[in-house]
C-alpha cells in the first residue's frame, strides 16, 4: 500500500520559516520525481517545486530564492524548507510521486 504522508505545517508569523516533510512508503522512491504542490482558499492546486530522481530542481517563480526541496533517498523523504514566508503562502501543501501518488497535504497558515 502506497502512502505518503506530510508533515510540519503550523501557524508561522510573516518573515518565519517551517520545514515540511514527506515520507513515502510502498513505493521505490528513489526512481520517482517527487513534487511538493499548495492550495490557497478558493484557488486552483499549484506546483510549488520539483525534485528529480537525479536531484535537479525547478520552482515556481513565486518562491523562487525562498523555498528549497530537498529529498533523502535513505530516509525515502522529501522536504520544502520554506523561508521569508508570507501570508498569500497560506495554503495546504501536498507531496506527490509523480505522477500518481498523493499525500492527504499539511496546512501552513502565514499570519501575525
Known amino acids: 500500500q502506497v502512502q505518503l504522508v506530510e508533515s510540519g505545517g503550523g501557524l508561522v508569523q510573516p518573515g518565519g520559516s517551517l520545514r515540511l516533510s514527506c515520507a513515502a512508503s510502498?513505493?521505490?522512491?528513489?526512481?520517482?520525481?517527487m513534487n511538493w504542490h499548495r492550495q490557497a482558499p478558493g484557488k486552483e492546486r499549484e506546483l510549488v517545486a520539483t525534485i528529480t530522481r537525479d536531484f535537479s530542481t525547478n520552482y515556481a517563480d513565486s518562491v523562487k530564492g525562498r523555498f528549497t526541496i530537498s529529498r533523502d533517498n535513505g530516509k525515502n523523504t522529501v522536504y520544502l524548507q520554506m523561508n521569508s514566508l508570507k501570508p498569500e503562502d497560506t495554503a495546504v501543501y501536498y507531496c506527490?510521486?509523480?505522477?500518481?501518488?498523493w499525500g492527504k497535504g499539511t496546512l501552513v497558515t502565514v499570519s501575525s
Open positions: 506527490n510521486a509523480n505522477p500518481k501518488y
Open positions: 510502498g513505493i521505490t522512491f528513489r526512481i520517482y520525481a
